[in-house]
Nanobody, 126 residues
């Protein structure tokens, strides 16, 4: 049974940092894309960033977080991380870890992901 479990969310002041972790179990995702999405109340799920291995380990980011957030993955441990710096109140939301079960060039669409974690709340106060 595949499981993705996020951790590391919490309450932080604007300008602060948080590091989210996603532990995957049940299968290895080293050959496939893994990503972070977020969802604020009343808004659609938004692509935060993705890390893939099949194009030399590249990372991709959504426009609103580029330059502030960094994704990394440890394939040996089946872990995905999201380092969030210079946090803003608009970064508030539930952050979800997601994983693909097949290679695809589509990374920023939630429909391209087959496995999801339960989410972890991030709240940034002004």
């Amino acid at each position: 049974q595949v499981q993705l479990v996020e951790s590391g969310g919490g309450l932080v002041q604007a300008g602060g940092s948080l590091r989210l972790s996603c532990a995957a179990s049940g299968r290895t995702f080293s050959s496939y894309g893994m990503a972070w999405f977020r969802q604020a109340p009343g808004k659609e799920r938004e692509f935060v960033g993705a890390a893939i291995n099949w194009i030399g380990g590249k990372t991709f980011y959504g426009g609103s977080v580029k330059g502030r957030f960094t994704i990394s993955r440890d394939n040996a441990k089946n872990m995905l991380y999201l380092q969030m710096n210079s946090l803003k109140p608009e970064d508030t939301g539930v952050y979800y870890c997601a994983a693909q079960s097949r290679s695809t060039s589509v990374l920023d669409n939630s429909r391209a992901y087959d496995y999801w974690g339960q989410g972890t709340q991030v709240t940034v106060s002004s």
